[in-house]
């Protein structure tokens, strides 16, 4: 995952045309594309493969998005992008609350999804190494390696894009937009519920009780804050 | 509901109801009065003239025919007994008050001549025309009333008989009897008519009010529901009593009710189906249309080295493929407001920062004037408030004269986004329908930019806050679009703190 480098994409989507479709366009796009129709294959090349990126359809047959969803992230923390229809307001929330890092909406267009790829895979490592403490919480910025209570947590990129931004000013309130627009790199109009499902699904990492969180606190009203610990 | 009309009714139930009660009262009452007392005067006239008839007769013979003050005296005493008291009249002469000879007891006072010691009748007390038709020779009687106290006075003449005529002997005998006692049953008789009658009236009052409430009842709730009805409650029914016209009306009602459930029912249902026609379309429209969109970026960029005239071509199936793409996410979003299953995801949001973003992130800041006072914030979708105002200020720049402005103004519970061009303004005919699906108000201009639901769908969004999006000309030209939006929008679902 280095980027402008050549990044494995896994396509997991059913309808051939879409999927030859995007195929087409992010090959143009200089991605190395694996399509598949079914969640099971998706699954099976998730091992094989090792992807960079997986671009997964909500609907599928057989084994639905969701499932597949969960499974990869029990499997790997790789980025997911999920394609959904448009409006279905409760598929984007249970597919973020499925361990999606992003989504686009169907009909897509392939430059809209290459630069939510790009932004997946930006990497948000610092040049200088910095061991930080937080509290039982440290945070190695050059390694990308965070452990509580010197045991590491496994982050998917997007969740550790997030403790690292937060964490790199302390005490500071961010607003939704501008985690948008940091973390995801959406504009201003960003879907703040990227925002809230990838904040729930970072605490139950990395907080003794999600419901009292010491970390990643709310600020009523503007935004997630950072400590103070 | 008016008290009127009902009080109307039971004004006229309960005036109904007392007339008939009176009108019956005093018939009945009154007829009885008039027969008992007219009864009771009767008897009492007939025992008075038979007791003194009788009297009479133990007067006879007669001592002389031209009777002395003594005689008359003796006369008067004869005549007189518990009952009643004389006076025996001879001409100018006439017998005086004396001690009855019996030692009964005296008449009442009030009778005696003023002075006087015996019981006498006062001879002027007889009324004139009682004395003309006793002095013509005949028995008679009158009512009187002397002294405060009824009286009935019975005049007879004394007559003498000789071998072959009878001839009348000039002296008169008067006695007067008490009516007091028939007086008062008279008078017990006319308090009972009355007491009968006002009792009769109370209670035809209380039943008539019972009548009206049995009768008002009914009509109310008849009136509520019908009201119910008229609001739109198509489920609302009268609980059916009984089996009188009210009860039919009642039945009448309830079954009007039901046939206009159902026939609004079919009309939301065939509404409903028309709607979901549409979703299903273009939901079913995204498939191909995802496979399409995929691929005209790799057209449209392939475009320029291809030769003409499939370069052309290329770059015309891309282009359409957006605007189709528009008009098929247009056409979800309005059915998805159709539906209800739009939902706002608020955020507290600083106004004037989201109008620069929506400006910014379409190249537009350059081309629009703004007043955007700072550190006005409110509790808004950020995504459906840039929709909005996309397509105002679209809308302005493309079909409006420039300068095109968006003013923001605060109040404590609501903002309005003022967004204004200086062109000629709308048409006044077309004002009503710009938030019309599909309209157009130039035929020519039957495919201009945009899906033709974009108005439709910014006022939507502004209904889904709970707010409104109305459009005027402005006095000096130029079409004003105002989106008044609460500060503080109600979120049913809670939404992120």
Redo the contacts between chains.
Sequence with gaps: MILGGVSRVLLIED?P??R???E??LT?HGHRVRAVESGEQGLDRLRTDLPDVVVLDLMLPGMDGFEVCRRIRAAREVPIIMLT???D?MDVVAGLEAGADDYVV??????VLEARIRAVLRRIGRDQAELERHGDLTVDRAGLVVAKRGVPVSLAPTELRLLLELSGTPGRVHS??QLLESVWEH???G???LV?ACVQRLRAKIEDDSAAPVYVQ?V???GYRFGPV | MTPRPSLGLRARLLFAFALLCVVTAAAVAGGIYVQARNDILQRAQDAAVQAMRSRLEALFPLQSATPGQAELDEIARTMTDGNSFAVAVYHEEHSRPGPPADGSPGPPAGLWKPGGNAPILDPWAIPKGLRRVVAGGDIAWQRVVWQGEPYLIIGAPLLIVERDRTRMSGIEVYTARSLLAEQRSIDGLAALAWLTGGAALAFAVVLALLAARGVLRPVRELGRAARLLGEGELRTRIAVRGSDELADVARTFNNTAAELERHVKQLREMEADARRFVADVS?EL?????????????LD?EAAGLPEPAGKAARLVSQETLNL?GL??DL??IS?FDSG???L?L???DVA??VR??L??RGWSEAVHTELPPAVTA?LD??RV?VILANLVGNALRHGEPPVSVRLSAEPHWIALEVRDHGPGLDEAVLPHVFDRFYKANAARARSEGSGLGLAIARENARLHQGDLTVTNAPDGGATFTLRLPRRAHDPDGG??
Aim: proline share 7%; charged share 35%; glycine share 6%.
């Design positions: 309808d045309a879409v030859e479709g995007l087409l366009a143009r229809a448009r409006g307001d169907k009909p897509v267009q392939p430059r939704r937009q504009g201003y109009f879907d703040s519920r809230d709310t009523r009203g503007f | 939901h995204r498939t191909p249309l995802a496979a399409l969109a995929a691929v005209a970026d790799v960029e793409t098929v996410n979800i979003e998805r299953v739009a939902a995801t955020n507290e949001v920062e989201l973003a929506t910014r992130a509790r950020p995504r840039d992120p703190e």
